[in-house]
């Protein structure tokens, strides 16, 4: 409400009055998508709990959603940083300075990437005093906090490439890149937990974590003419 409040006060200081049209076909176009990203976005997050749930024990599903919770604060650094230059990636499209977004996309890759490596290192290196907090019986799920971090630091690897479909126009094919993955994450869990228990879990949704970010740097590439990969910010052998 206080959001609201604040961008209604900021429009019409700049907005002249004047009488209102909406176009809530165009706004249903734009939006959907993005509910149905959320969406996605949740199923990703929650899938792995609710299948260790319905196959594990109440032991296991503890287990699992410490370990899993604690290193999924890494993500905090992607969505902090996508969030931060979401409205930049719009206004440098808008004025349509192409080469000005692909440096400021550059930055936003190392903004999420380097932090996020630094937190998981962080993270995995108190893994087991992090999860014996909990208790003694937690730092069994120590591998699901390994397996787990390759698919954040998948993700992180693309920086807020999710955002930049978002913000320019291509949040059609990223729902579309969120759905599938979350039908293959509820498909690999219900395959893999009850064979491999947490192990199995785990990397469902790392795998899923990571087929998610290989897809966004796809569409980014081939939509956008972006590359998002923090290899290509590399520095090349002899520079």
């Known amino acids: 409400l206080l959001q609201m409040f604040l961008i209604d006060r900021h429009i019409k200081a700049e907005i002249p009055a004047a009488p209102r049209r909406y176009k809530y076909k165009k706004w249903v176009a ?3 998508p993005l509910l ?5 976005e949740l199923l990703l997050q929650n899938t792995d709990v609710l ?35 979401a409205n930049r990636f719009s206004a440098l499209n808008a004025r349509g300075d192409n080469k000005q977004l692909r440096v400021f996309a550059k930055d936003a890759v190392n903004w999420t990437f380097w932090p996020s490596l ?25 591998p699901v906090m390994a397996i787990l971090v390759v698919g954040f ?10 955002f930049l479909l978002n913000m320019l126009g291509e ?20 395959v893999l937990v009850p064979k491999f228990g947490l192990i199995g879990a785990a990397s469902a949704t790392s795998f899923s974590l990571a087929f998610a970010a290989v897809l966004h740097y796809i ?7 972006i590359d998002m990969g923090i290899w290509q910010n590399l520095p090349s052998r002899g520079s």
């Open 30 to 32: 734009t939006s959907l």
């Open 36 to 40: 149905f990203i959320g969406a996605c």
């Open 51 to 85: 299948i260790v749930s319905r196959y594990l024990s109440p032991t296991e599903v503890g287990i699992y959603f410490a370990a899993a919770k604690t290193m999924s604060l890494i993500m905090i650094v992607h969505y902090a940083v996508g969030s931060a230059v």
């Open 118 to 142: 630094a937190a998981a290192i962080m993270i995995l290196s108190l893994g087991q005093f992090l999860l014996s907090l909990f208790g003694p019986q937690f730092v069994v799920g120590f």
């Open 153 to 162: 630091m998948f993700r992180s690897a693309v920086g807020p490439a999710d």
């Open 171 to 190: 949040q059609k094919r990223c729902a579309a890149a969120l759905g599938v993955t979350a039908i293959l994450n509820i498909g690999l869990n219900i």
């Open 219 to 225: 569409i980014a590439r081939r939509r956008l003419g």
